[in-house]
């Protein structure tokens, strides 16, 4: 399984972006797809994460200005990011979590995208 992410680029503050990340391959079932972020020397945490369900779960820090979504069909999570700011600065990335159901038993499934750069100018 692999993850493709786009949309990210240079923005000013108060301005948006909407990420997307695809996953492709065969005989797999994602359970939670989510949004990381990444600065240089600080480890990555979790921005926003979305279950098969439609339940979600948000950073503080992006709580209000950051809706994340998914099409189940198409095995895609989104990120719509609105009132960016300086401080939303990163390289962002995506995580499917779920099975690999081409074995037997399925083995658990974990991947990540190769990350997009998000800059927000002042």
């Known amino acids: 399984v692999q993850l493709q992410a786009s949309g990210g680029g240079l923005v000013q503050a108060g301005g948006s972006l909407r990420l997307s990340c695809a996953a492709s391959?065969?005989?797999?079932?994602?359970?939670?797809m989510g949004w990381y972020r990444q600065v240089p020397g600080k480890q990555r945490d979790l921005v926003a994460s979305?279950?098969?369900?439609?339940?979600?779960n948000y950073a503080d820090s992006v709580k209000g200005r950051f809706t994340v979504s998914r099409d189940n069909a198409k095995n895609t999570v989104y990120l719509q990011m609105n009132s960016l700011k300086p401080d939303d600065t990163a390289v962002y990335y995506c995580?499917?979590?779920?099975?690999?159901?081409?074995?037997?038993?399925?083995?658990?499934?974990?991947?990540w995208g190769q990350g997009t750069q998000v800059t927000v100018s002042s």
């Open positions: 979305i279950a098969s369900d439609g339940s979600s």
């Open positions: 995580n499917a979590d779920g099975w690999n159901t081409g074995r037997d038993p399925p083995s658990k499934l974990n991947v």
């Open positions: 391959g065969s005989m797999f079932t994602i359970v939670t």
